[in-house]
Each structure stands twice: as structure tokens, then as C-alpha cells.
């Protein structure tokens, strides 16, 4: 439906263990994304974005609140289902591209759509990736890319198996102003025409602002 959210967040927590003291990185955070939404999230380093979106993910879990992904709360999931769930679910875009160095580019992409079960995986892939313009580039590994082109393959990946959500942790982050310019333009092009919801995290304004909506972490408390 429509008008349910992709993701609900409610009164989230996040506590480790500091040497023997507690230490808080998130503290009752609350917010809904609704289906088709772009929304930033924004702080200083070390505020507790990428904690989020791994509570968001499923990757960690929290020690108050909850985190409940297509109306299914990942609390009553064991590790297998929330990992299932990522993958029926969620396209995945990281700073450090995350790319497997064993695997060239067009086994890359193909990788999800294969756990996933998806027929004519590489099909799929070598169209995601002359999408992403690296058609020339398939039997390449990530050794012989360019940081763009990495960052490319790995948004060919994400938008690959058609997810409903997409987390993005700083992009940008690894890459030179021009090329992470390049980066953001066809992130959000390969969004609008999936209409995908994507959540973004980013320390940048000017990415920032290109969302509907823009979220502020400080302290590890959401803000405004």
C-alpha cells in the first residue's frame, strides 16, 4: 500500500559498552519513510548516522526502540530472516564501494540477483551496468576500476534486484568533487526512474538538499 511506510522508526536506542561504561550513540530517534521518498541524513562524524542505518538495515540491533522494515519489525526476525529481508528488500551503496575484489564487474551486480533466485541474472547485470555506462567494462574487477567506476558497478548493484529501499552511506565519501558529482547525478536519475525510496547518509549540504527531506543527527539525538 501506498500510504505504508517502507521504514518506521520508533524511539530508537543504541548502547555499547565503553570500558566498563555506557556509552550512547543513539538516543529515541523516530521517524517514518514513506514509499518513493529521498531523504538525507545528516551530521557531524561520529554523530551515529552509520549506526543508524545499520540499525535500519538489520546489520546490528538496538537496546531500545524499534526498527520495523515493509511493516515487519526486525526485533522478531532471527539473523537468518533479517538477512532474507535485506535481500528481498534493500539495495545497499557504501563509501568504500564494497565491491568483491574476486569477482569482475558483471559477476558483481549479478551476485544479489542470484541469491535472490533471479532468473536471467546476467541479462539483468550487463544491462544495470551499460545503464551505469560501463557496458565496455563488464569482465573488468574492481583492481582495474577507477574509484568511479567502482562506485558505478556499485550502484548498478544496488538498483540491480528492483529494491524497495536503498541506504546510501556516504557515496561520495572516497571520491573526488567531479566524479562525486557525476556519482549523485546518476544515483538519483537511476531513483526517480525505479522510484526507489532512498535514505541517504551524508555529511554534504549541496547532496543534502537534493532530498525532499533532510534529517539531523547531533549527539546522537535527531534535531530541528
Known amino acids: 500500500m501506498a500510504d505504508k511506510p517502507v521504514v518506521e522508526v520508533s524511539g530508537l536506542g543504541k548502547t555499547v559498552d565503553n570500558g566498563g561504561e555506557p556509552l550512547t550513540i543513539l538516543q529515541d530517534i523516530s521517524f517514518a519513510v514513506m514509499p518513493g521518498e529521498t531523504v538525507a541524513i545528516v551530521g557531524a562524524s561520529g554523530s551515529g548516522k552509520s549506526t543508524l542505518l545499520g540499525l535500519l538495515a538489520g546489520l546490528d540491533l538496538p537496546t531500545a526502540g524499534a526498527v520495523a522494515l515493509d511493516a515487519t519489525d526486525l526485533s522478531t526476525l532471527d539473523e537468518d530472516r533479517r538477512a532474507r529481508l535485506r535481500g528481498r528488500l534493500l ?15 558483471l559477476e558483481n551486480v549479478m551476485l544479489p540477483l542470484e541469491l535472490a533466485g533471479v532468473a536471467g541474472a546476467t541479462g539483468i547485470a550487463g544491462e544495470w551496468l551499460e545503464r551505469v555506462g560501463l557496458g565496455h567494462r563488464l569482465k573488468h574487477y574492481p583492481k582495474h576500476l577507477s574509484g568511479g567506476e567502482q562506485q ?29 558529482q557525476q556519482i549523485i547525478e546518476l544515483m538519483f536519475d537511476l531513483n526517480a526512474r525505479q522510484g526507489t525510496t532512498l535514505l541517504l547518509v551524508t555529511h554534504d549540504e549541496a547532496i543534502a538538499a537534493r532530498c525532499r527531506r533532510t534529517l539531523r543527527i547531533q549527539s546522537g539525538q535527531l534535531t530541528g
Open 91 to 105: 539495495g545497499f551503496v557504501f563509501q568504500s564501494f564494497q565491491l568483491l575484489p574476486s569477482l569482475n564487474a
Open 152 to 180: 558505478r558497478v556499485a550502484l548498478a548493484r544496488a538498483f540491480a534486484p528492483s529494491p524497495r529501499l536503498v541506504l546510501a552511506d556516504e557515496p561520495t565519501g572516497n571520491l573526488d568533487a567531479a566524479t562525486g
